[in-house]
T-cell receptor, first 109, second 118 residues
Framework: AQRVTQPEKLLSVFKGAPVELKCNYS??????LFWYVQYSRQRLQLLLR??SRESIKGFTADLNKGETSFHLKKPFAQEEDSAMYYC???????????FGSGTRLLVRP | GAVVSQHPSRVICKSGTSVKIECRSL??????MFWYRQFPKQSLMLMAT?????????EQGVEKDKFLINHASLTLSTLTVTSAHPEDSSFYIC??????????????FGSGTQLSVL
């Protein structure tokens, strides 16, 4: 079954600390994975996708097929990073997405 | 950037009435839009795929007669919750696929509609 798991509901860190938001997936084919972010009172927006291999706002994520993971990382968290983060798996060519349950990141001053 | 407008942002209705939610792509054409449902503190669950000019395809367990989807134009998809009941109260989110010649496909989300059925 296709599934995205985000084990942490809440992750609280201090400003300047490293951050890792975990995401594991279950998918029989070749996955395409995304991280979406939702800031307070704003809509969901794309943060990054694994095929782009880019760094957005200091965040990176590497697809590890062996561990079926796509963890989101940032070496030094900022207060403005506080938001809800969703890991998502593209189900097929139609852009259907399966979302994880989300992790709320709270960066404290 | 591309914008997807969703309206209304919040609606309260009586049990038994129908509610229509609109999703518009403001600066691009979208042949495909998606409707999601999100319960408090839970993930987004895909309800259906809205295809311009053809019938919507529904995910398993979603009642097509309950959640009517119409995608009559390249910029508008509507979701109508028919004969709404309190258990239909939820946050509904639409998304639209933008095809870009250089940037490829990208998905953009509406701001969501909070439906409360009394």
């Amino acid at each position: 079954a296709q599934r995205v798991t985000q084990p942490e509901k809440l992750l609280s860190v201090f400003k300047g600390a490293p951050v890792e938001l975990k995401c594991n997936y279950s998918y029989s084919g070749s996955p395409e994975l995304f991280w979406y972010v939702q800031y307070s009172r704003q809509r969901l927006q794309l943060l990054l996708r694994h095929i782009s291999r880019e760094s957005i706002k200091g965040f990176t994520a590497d697809l590890n097929k062996g561990e079926t993971s796509f963890h989101l990382k940032k070496p030094f968290a900022q207060e403005e990073d506080s938001a809800m983060y969703y890991c998502a798996l593209r189900k097929d060519s139609s852009y259907k997405l399966i979302f994880g349950s989300g992790t709320r990141l709270l960066v404290r001053p | 950037g591309a914008v997807v407008s969703q309206h209304p942002s919040r609606v309260i209705c009586k049990s038994g009435t129908s509610v229509k939610i609109e999703c518009r792509s403001l600066d691009f054409q979208a042949t495909t839009m998606f409707w999601y449902r999100q319960f408090p503190k839970q993930s987004l669950m895909l309800m259906a795929t809205s295809n311009e000019g053809s019938k919507a395809t529904y995910e398993q367990g979603v009642e097509k007669d309950k959640f009517l989807i119409n995608h009559a134009s390249l910029t508008l998809s509507t979701l109508t919750v028919t004969s709404a009941h309190p258990e239909d109260s939820s946050f509904y989110i639409c998304s639209a696929v933008r095809q870009g010649r250089e940037s490829g496909e990208k998905l953009f989300f509406g701001s969501g509609t909070q439906l409360s059925v009394l």
